[in-house]
């Protein structure tokens, strides 16, 4: 019983100082970040032009589960082009360079901040599938 009941009350303290630092109003929070996130006056990126994947050479395209994913990292950049792009989730090397290089041709509104374009920071997963 003690063991259980130790790591409970370890955990409630743990989230009542979030709480407290979630509940300062605007005007505490006047540090700036390197990282903005989308939030009052940022505006995300979207999409405006994508390309479809090509299948990697030398692959049925029957072995790939329909609906099967490849998660990236990327950035926006100001001119809506993207930017240093990693794969965070992995279908399998080939799947994986093609769909890179078709996201390289991907073209995004830039995301805003006060009606100014800004590079933001993306996670973007693509669907392969019929």
């Known amino acids: ?3 259980i009941l130790v790591p409970g009350l370890l955990v409630a ?4 100082p979030v709480a407290a630092v979630a ?3 605007k005007a505490d929070a006047s540090l700036q970040t390197t990282n903005l996130r989308v939030s009052t006056g940022v505006k995300a990126p979207a999409l405006v032009q994508s390309v479809d994947v090509a299948v990697p050479q030398n692959t049925v395209y029957a072995t790939i589960p329909v609906g099967s994913q ?3 990292s990327l950035t926006v950049d100001r001119n ?3 930017q240093n792009i990693q794969v965070v989730k992995s279908l399998n090397p080939d799947w994986d360079a093609n769909v890179v290089a078709a996201v390289r041709q991907f073209r995004f509104r830039p995301g805003t901040m006060d009606h100014m374009p ?3 920071n993306v996670n973007l997963t693509v669907t392969i599938g019929k």
């Open 1 to 3: 019983m003690r063991r």
């Open 13 to 16: 303290s743990l989230i009542l």
């Open 23 to 25: 509940s300062q109003t």
């Open 70 to 72: 490849v998660e990236l």
């Open 80 to 82: 809506g082009l993207p």
């Open 118 to 120: 800004i590079p933001v």
